[in-house]
C-alpha cells in the first residue's frame, strides 16, 4: 500500500493504515457541486482544460453527482485513509 510504504520511508515503524467510510452530505446538489468546484485540485484540473472541455467536464460531473441526490439532499458515500505509526 502506497500510504503505507511512505511513512515507512519516513521512517515510521508498526505503521497502521485503516479505511474509514464516510458520508460527504451537502443540502442540494447545486451545493456539492460548487464545494467540488472549489476543490484546489479541481480548479486546477479544470484550468488545463479549454472552455469547451470545461463545459462538458461540468456537465459529465453533474450527471454522475444526480445519482446522489434525493429528496434529503445531496449524500455520497466515501472512504478515508487514515495512517499512524511510530517515531
Same mark, same amino acid.
Given at each position: ?24 452530505? %451537502?443540502?442540494? #446538489?447545486? =451545493? *456539492? @457541486? $460548487? ?6 485540485? %479541481?480548479?486546477? #484540473?479544470? =484550468? *488545463? @482544460? $479549454? ?9 459529465? #460531473?453533474?450527471? *454522475? ?14 472512504? *478515508? ?7
Amino acid at each position: 500500500m502506497i500510504l503505507r510504504e511512505a511513512f515507512q520511508r519516513a521512517g515510521f515503524i508498526a505503521v497502521d493504515v485503516r479505511t474509514v467510510p464516510f458520508v460527504y452530505r %451537502f443540502p442540494s #446538489l447545486t =451545493d *456539492a @457541486l $460548487s464545494h467540488s468546484e472549489e476543490q484546489p485540485q %479541481f480548479v486546477k #484540473l479544470l =484550468d *488545463a @482544460l $479549454s472552455e469547451t472541455a470545461r463545459v462538458a467536464a461540468r456537465i459529465e #460531473l453533474e450527471s *454522475a453527482f444526480q445519482a446522489f441526490g434525493g429528496p434529503d439532499g445531496f449524500e455520497a458515500p466515501s472512504e *478515508a485513509l487514515i495512517a499512524a505509526g511510530t517515531a
